[in-house]
C-alpha cells in the first residue's frame, strides 16, 4: 500500500502529487492559466509500471471477491472524503463547471460506480447437468488490464474501466488522455493509496504510449473509450498480443421526436440529453429528427432553454455550461456551424463563438434547416451544436438514424410509450432511451454497435468482460438408489 496519505484539503493538495517541474503543460480551458505540468512517461517507465503491475496482480487476485469489494468500498470513501478538491481539479483541467451534471455530479459518479461495482455479484452458472457430467463455470481474472480513457468525463470513465477490472482481481495500468492527465493521475493516486503496491499504476502521455501499453505483451485486456480511429488502431495492435477488447468509441446519437410528442415537456431532456457537458460526451444527442407537425414548436422550446441556461467559466458557481476542452475540438464544432451555415442552415441560437469569454467559449448552438448527408448532421461534433433535422414520416426517421456507421445511444420521444417502444425496437444502436437521452446506470449494460465498438460495460455483464471463463466438468454424482 502507498505511503502517500497525507490530506487532500484543496486542489492544489492532489495537484502537489502528480505534477512535475519539467512536463507537458496543462492550461485550463476557462482562463488559459497554465495547471501544471504532467509527466512524460517514457517506455522504461511503462516497462516499470507494467513489471510492477504484472507482480502484484496474483496477490491482489488471491484475496477473492469479498475482500476486493471491501477495498473498493473503501476508495469510494477516499474519493469522498476528497470530492470538492477532485471537482475543482476537474473543473480547471476539463473545464467542465463545478455545478449541473458537471464536475461535482462525475466525481460523485466515481463513487456511486465503485460501491455498485462493489456490490454486483457475479455467480458461478451450472452450464451442463445432464445426469451424466456436471460443468460449472467461474470467471478467472485476466491478469493485467490497460486502461486507456478519453478527456471529456476523465475521472467517471478511469473508474467505469479500472472498478470492475479490481473487482475481478486483475491489476490495471491505466493511460489518460493527455488533455487530461492531472486530475486522472490524482485519481489514481488516491485509489492506489487503498491498494496494495503495484495493483494500480498510472502512466502519462500521448498516443504513443497508449499505443506501446496496449500492445505490451502483458497486457491480456484493453478498456478503450476513444475514437473510432483510435479504436480501428487498437484492434490491430491486438493482433499481436490477443488482448481482449471493449472499445467505446464515438457516436453519432439520433433522436426522434414523434408527432404526439410535448414540445415543452420534452424541452429540458432533450436540451440536457444534447448538451451536457457542453455536449462534449459520447452517448449525447448529436442529431434530433423532429416530425414537421411540431417542429417549429420543438426549435422554439429548445431555444427557450438554451437562452435561461448559464454558459460560463468552470469555477462560477453559477455556470452549468463551460468552454469547449480544447482548441482542436472547438475548431470542429466552429467548422462544422460555418459549413453549415454556408448550405443554407438556419441558426437559430448561437452560432459563433463567445470570445468575448476566452478562446474556447462556443454557445448552445441549434441549427435547422439541414439535411442527411451535410456534415453537421452526418459528423461527430462532439460539442456545444445541435442539428435539427423536420421529417414528414417516421420511416424515413429511422432510416436516417440508421444510415451511419455509429451505433451508441439513440432516443425516441413520444406521449405514447408503446408506440415509441416499436420505434425504438427498429433503431440500431447499444442503448434506446424512451423520453429521455443519455442516462446510464450501473447495472444496465452499456455499448455500441457498429462503428461505435464492441463489449459492453456496467452490471454483470461488465464483469464478465474482465474475466475469462473458466469450466470445470466432473462426473455427475451416481444416484444412490
Ligand atoms: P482519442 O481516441 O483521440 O483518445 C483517447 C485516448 O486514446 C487518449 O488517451 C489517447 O492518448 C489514446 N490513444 C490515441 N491513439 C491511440 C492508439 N493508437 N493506441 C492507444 N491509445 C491511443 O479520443 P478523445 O478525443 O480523447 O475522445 C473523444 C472521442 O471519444 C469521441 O469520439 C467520443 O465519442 C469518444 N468517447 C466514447 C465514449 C463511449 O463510451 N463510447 C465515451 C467518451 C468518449
Known amino acids: 500500500m502507498s505511503t502517500q496519505t497525507d490530506t487532500v484539503t484543496t486542489e492544489n493538495d492532489l495537484l502537489a502529487r502528480v505534477t512535475v517541474a519539467e512536463g507537458t503543460e496543462i492550461h485550463e480551458p476557462a482562463t488559459g492559466d497554465l495547471l501544471g505540468r504532467a509527466p512524460e512517461h517514457t517506455t522504461h517507465d511503462l516497462e516499470r509500471v507494467v513489471a510492477a503491475a504484472t507482480a502484484a496482480q496474483p496477490g491482489w487476485a488471491g484475496l477473492g471477491h469479498a475482500e476486493r469489494s471491501a477495498v473498493l468500498l473503501r476508495i469510494a470513501d477516499r474519493i469522498e472524503a476528497a470530492a470538492e478538491p477532485l471537482a475543482r481539479l476537474l473543473a480547471r483541467e476539463q473545464g467542465k463547471p463545478l455545478n449541473g451534471p458537471n464536475a461535482r455530479f462525475e466525481v460523485g459518479a466515481c463513487s456511486a460506480w465503485l460501491r455498485a461495482t462493489a456490490a454486483t455479484v457475479l455467480e458461478e452458472e451450472v452450464v451442463v447437468d445432464d445426469g451424466s457430467q456436471v460443468s460449472v463455470m467461474t470467471y478467472r481474472p485476466l491478469g493485467l488490464v490497460a486502461a486507456v ?33 492531472l486530475s486522472v493521475l490524482a485519481l489514481v493516486s488516491l485509489m492506489a493509496e487503498e491498494l496494495p503496491d503495484g495493483v494500480l499504476g498510472a502512466l502519462s502521455g500521448g498516443r504513443e504510449l497508449g499505443a506501446s501499453l496496449v500492445a505490451h505483451p502483458a497486457v491480456r485486456k484493453v478498456m478503450f473509450t476513444g475514437s473510432t480511429a483510435a479504436g480501428r488502431k487498437i484492434v490491430e495492435a491486438s493482433g499481436a498480443n490477443l488482448a481482449r477488447l471493449t472499445l467505446e468509441l464515438g457516436g453519432n446519437d439520433a433522436g426522434i421526436v414523434l408527432p404526439d410528442a410535448d414540445p415543452r415537456a420534452i424541452a429540458q431532456d432533450v436540451f440536457w440529453g444534447a448538451f451536457i457537458n457542453t455536449g462534449q460526451t459520447c452517448a449525447a444527442l448529436k442529431r434530433l429528427y423532429v416530425h414537421e407537425s411540431i417542429h417549429d414548436e420543438v426549435v422554439a422550446a429548445l431555444a427557450d432553454v438554451a437562452k435561461a441556461t448559464p454558459l460560463g467559466r468552470s469555477l462560477d458557481e453559477e455556470s452549468v455550461l463551460g468552454p469547449v476542452q480544447n482548441s482542436m475540438q472547438f475548431d470542429v464544432v466552429s467548422g462544422l456551424v460555418e459549413d453549415a451555415k454556408q448550405r443554407g442552415g438556419t441558426v437559430v441560437t448561437g452560432g459563433s463563438p463567445l470570445s468575448d469569454l476566452g478562446p474556447l467559449f462556443y454557445p448552445v448552438t441549434l441549427v435547422t434547416g439541414l439535411h442527411d448527408g451535410d456534415p453537421l448532421v452526418d459528423q461527430e461534433q462532439f460539442g456545444p451544436a445541435l442539428p435539427i433535422v423536420s421529417y414528414s414520416d417516421v420511416e424515413d426517421a429511422i432510416a436516417s438514424a440508421n444510415r451511419l456507421d455509429v451505433g451508441l445511444g439513440a432516443s425516441v420521444w413520444s406521449s405514447d410509450t408503446a408506440r415509441a417502444q416499436e420505434v425504438a425496437d427498429r433503431v440500431e444502436a447499444g442503448t434506446v432511451w424512451i423520453n429521455s437521452h443519455g442516462g446510464v446506470h450501473p447495472m444496465a449494460p452499456f455499448g455500441g454497435v457498429k462503428g461505435s465498438g464492441y463489449g459492453v460495460e456496467f452490471g454483470v455483464e461488465g464483469l464478465k468482460a474482465l474475466g475469462v471463463p473458466k469450466v470445470v466438468t466432473r462426473p455427475a454424482a451416481p444416484v444412490r438408489s
Open 149 to 181: 480513457g478519453p478527456w471529456n468525463w476523465p475521472l467517471m470513465i478511469t473508474v467505469w474501466q479500472v472498478a470492475p477490472a479490481l473487482r475481478m482481481g486483475n491489476a490495471v495500468v491505466v493511460k489518460p488522455s493527455e488533455k487530461t492527465p
